[in-house]
């Protein structure tokens, strides 16, 4: 799964999107979405990718945000807390 949602990746990105050329590796897969968190490794941080799966023409989709170890921790953790009250 994670060789094929790389790939995904790889398809959607433009030329001016801030993940282009770089080598992803998908880590983990939301399951009520379409986030994907991937390792940047060139840059040392995490990404969290919303996949569209179209062909993208814009450098801010798909929507990205990158972030430390720590900080994906943290949004993580509100993330589970947001779920956790529903």
Not at 1 to 14: C, T
Not at 45 to 50: D, E, G, L, R, S
Not at 56 to 74: D, G, R, W, Y
Request: proline share 1%; glycine share 2%; aromatic share 12%.
């Amino acid at each position: 799964m994670a060789e094929r949602l790389q790939q995904e990746l790889v398809k959607e990105l433009s030329r001016e999107h801030v993940l282009y050329g770089t080598k992803a590796q998908a880590i983990a897969k939301r399951e009520d979405n379409d986030d994907v968190v991937f390792w940047i490794s060139a840059i040392e941080q995490y990404a969290i990718v919303h996949l569209t799966y179209a062909q993208e023409t814009s450098k801010i989709f798909p929507i990205t945000k990158l972030f430390s170890a720590e900080e994906l921790e943290e949004y993580c953790k509100h993330i589970f807390q947001y779920y956790e009250r529903e």
